[in-house]
C-alpha cells in the first residue's frame, strides 16, 4: 500500500514546543517496519514552526508573519535533523520537499513535484514534505497540514491517507466541552450534518482543527482515498490502521463511477 502519515504538532512535541522524544522515536520506528514490510510511506510532517518556538525560546506561538516564517526557518532544520536520525538507525534514507499552494497550483511545478514523489519512492527513499512556510504568505499558503496531506496524497494516488493527532477522531460534538459526545468510527458520507460536528477547536502549537481534516477527508474521499483521522499518543496505532481495523474514525472512499 502507498500510505501517506501526516504527523500534527501536538504529537510531535510536548507543550513546551520541545520534542517528545519517546514518541517521536515510537513514530519513526513503525514507519520504519511498515516500510521494512514492503509499504510505501510519505510523511507529510507538521512542527516546524513548532520546535523553532521552542528552539528559540519564544514564550508563545508567534502570531505576526515574519516571527513565524523565522522560527519555520529555524525548526525545519531540526525536525529534519531528527527525522534523517532517528530513520537512519533503520537503515531508512529520507528526503525533504518544501512546497507551497502556488506550486499545486501551477501545472508545470505540481508536475516536477509529483516527478520527484514518484521517483523518491522508486528509489525507496522516505520522502518527507512540508508547507515551504518561510515564503508563504497568504495568496499562496495552503495554510495547514492537513489539506496538504490530502493534496498530496491525490498526487501521489495513495491508497491510505492517515492523519494522526491529539483526538482520536470525529466526535459527535465537541469531547472537551460535552462529555456525553461520542466517537464516530466510520464516516460514508460527508455530509452537512457531519461538517456541523466540527467545532472551531485548534491547538495551541498547531495550525488545523476538526475543520482542516474534514476538509482534508473530502479531498480524500473523492479521489478514492480512504483516510482515517486517530490519536498520535501511541504510534502503535498506525499497524491495526494498516490492518483495517476499527482505529479512530475512518472515511470511506467515495467509488469512482
Ligand atoms: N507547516 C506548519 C509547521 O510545520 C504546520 C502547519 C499545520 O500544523 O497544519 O509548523
Do not use: W
Amino acid at each position: 500500500m502507498r500510505i501517506v502519515i501526516k504527523i500534527g504538532t501536538s504529537t510531535l512535541t510536548h507543550a513546551t514546543g520541545h520534542l517528545n522524544i519517546r514518541r517521536v522515536e515510537k513514530l519513526c520506528e513503525v514507519m520504519s517496519d511498515l516500510k521494512n514490510a514492503g509499504h510505501q510511506i510519505i510523511l507529510v510532517s507538521s512542527g516546524a514552526i513548532g520546535m523553532g518556538v521552542g528552539k528559540l525560546s519564544l514564550k508563545t506561538r508567534p502570531t505576526d508573519i515574519p516571527t513565524k516564517q523565522a522560527a519555520a526557518a529555524v525548526g525545519q532544520c531540526e525536525l529534519m535533523y531528527i527525522y534523517d536520525k532517528l530513520f537512519s538507525e533503520h537503515n531508512h534514507t529520507v528526503a525533504q520537499i518544501l512546497i507551497t499552494g502556488a506550486d499545486i497550483q501551477n501545472e508545470e511545478r505540481n508536475k516536477n513535484f509529483q516527478n520527484t514523489l514518484y521517483r523518491l519512492l522508486e528509489l525507496e527513499a522516505l520522502p518527507i514534505i512540508n508547507e515551504n512556510d518561510t515564503i508563504a504568505t497568504d495568496e499562496i499558503v495552503i495554510g495547514d497540514n492537513d489539506t496538504l496531506a490530502a493534496i498530496v496524497a491525490r498526487s501521489s494516488e495513495a491508497d491510505l491517507l492517515i492523519l494522526l493527532s491529539d483526538i482520536d477522531g470525529l466526535y459527535t460534538e465537541d469531547p472537551h466541552k460535552n462529555p456525553n459526545a461520542t466517537l464516530l468510527s466510520e464516516v460514508d458520507e460527508i455530509t452537512s450534518e457531519i461538517i456541523a460536528m466540527t467545532g472551531s477547536a485548534v491547538t495551541k502549537l498547531g495550525t488545523g482543527g476538526m475543520q482542516t481534516k474534514l476538509h482534508a477527508a473530502e479531498i480524500a474521499t473523492k479521489n478514492g482515498i480512504e483516510m482515517v483521522i486517530a490519536n498520535g499518543n501511541d504510534p502503535e496505532v498506525l499497524y491495526d490502521i494498516v490492518n483495517g481495523e476499527n482505529i479512530g474514525t475512518r472515511f470511506k472512499a467515495v467509488k469512482k463511477q
